[in-house]
Structure formats: structure tokens, C-alpha cells
């Protein structure tokens, strides 16, 4: 064997460790975070329904503890408590939210009035130091960790106005994402063309 790493022998010569072709090294994940950025209003005509004007989260009660959301699509329960249509409690800063199943109003601060206009709660409304980074748990609820930092009640110019009969749509901005998922199914296929003889599957895909 030379210096090569070829043996010769009489019926010819071989590599000890045969090179089939060079092998990239594919896609890498650098971040994983969420866009928090407004999405437009939709007026529903629904006193229960409500959306945030501004960056925060409406507080939510669930069996694994309090989650987040921005979702507004709220219902009265049977016991006349403000729930997701999840079922789970709503939460005002006093605690879960009972408004009797009555017609009840919601300042821009986020103050709940019964009809007669007395005042019941305020929504409970947070803020994170990285909401970026919050864990999402299932379609629209999200949950705090080390890197996104505690949640604080929201005060002063930190707290989002809120609207009530409205919901807040989508902020994925629909023309954006053919363009990302090419550009990184092309970085994928340039990848797998790299490797000569070695047979890859590539998967493109776009993190919003």
C-alpha cells in the first residue's frame, strides 16, 4: 500500500476507503422563533369576541397551568364564566372572569362592565421580555420559558387596546412564503447534488 492509500497487487490495484463523493452538510436550523406582528381586525358583531391592538397576551387557565394566547374568540360558559372555545377559564386579574352571561362591555383598557356598569374585572393582559421565543402548545396557545422571561401584567404604554366584537386574522403575510420555501428548498436541492452516488431526501421548509 502507497502513501495513497492503494494496494497493488497482480491483478491490478484498489482504494482502501474508495471516495463515492463529497458530502454537504444539508440544511441547519440557526433559530426557531414566532413573528408577533399585528394582523388586520375583523368586526364578528360578538360581544364575547375580543382582540388585542398592540403587542401582549390575554391570560388563559388550563390543567397544565396558564398558557397564552391572542386569540380572542371567547364564548360565555354554562357556569357564566369567560372561556376559549376550548373550555378553558379566561383569566381577569381577580381571577377567572364571571360575567353571568350577561351583555357586558370591555373598556380599551380592558376593564369588563356588567349592563347595569358595574365593574367586574380587567383582563388579565402580559407581556414578555422575549415573546419571540415563547413554546407554542397546540393551535393558538403559547408557553413562557427560560428565554422569553416571566409574564407581567401589561401597564401604561406596554398595554395593547382592546377592541371588543373583533378578532384579530392571520399575520402570515401569504406572498412571502412561496418565495422563503423556494429559497430553502434550493438550498436543500444544492446540498443533496453534492452527494455524488448517495441517495438523499431533502425536505424544504419555511418557519414562521
Known sequence: MNDDGVITNGLGSYDVAPVIGKLGLGVETNELYTIFEQGSFKETGTFTDMAL????????????????????????????????????????????????????????????????????????????????????????????????????????????????????SSNVNVSSVPENEIHVSSSSSNESQNQEGVPTIQTGGFVK
Open 53 to 168: 391592538s398592540g403587542e401582549g397576551f390575554f391570560a388563559i387557565s388550563t390543567p397544565n397551568g396558564e398558557r397564552y394566547t391572542r386569540n380572542g374568540n371567547f364564548m360565555v360558559g354554562k357556569e357564566g364564566y369567560l372561556e376559549t372555545k376550548d373550555g378553558y377559564p379566561v383569566l381577569g386579574e381577580n381571577g377567572y372572569i364571571n360575567v353571568a352571561d350577561t351583555r357586558f362591555t370591555v373598556s380599551p383598557d380592558g376593564v369588563i362592565s356588567d349592563e347595569n356598569g358595574n365593574e367586574v374585572d380587567r383582563f388579565k393582559i402580559v407581556r414578555f421580555d422575549n415573546e419571540r421565543y415563547l413554546n407554542k402548545m397546540g393551535s393558538s396557545l403559547y408557553n413562557t420559558n427560560d428565554i422569553a422571561g416571566d409574564a407581567f401584567i401589561a401597564e401604561g404604554n406596554e398595554r395593547p387596546t382592546l377592541v371588543q366584537s373583533y378578532l384579530e
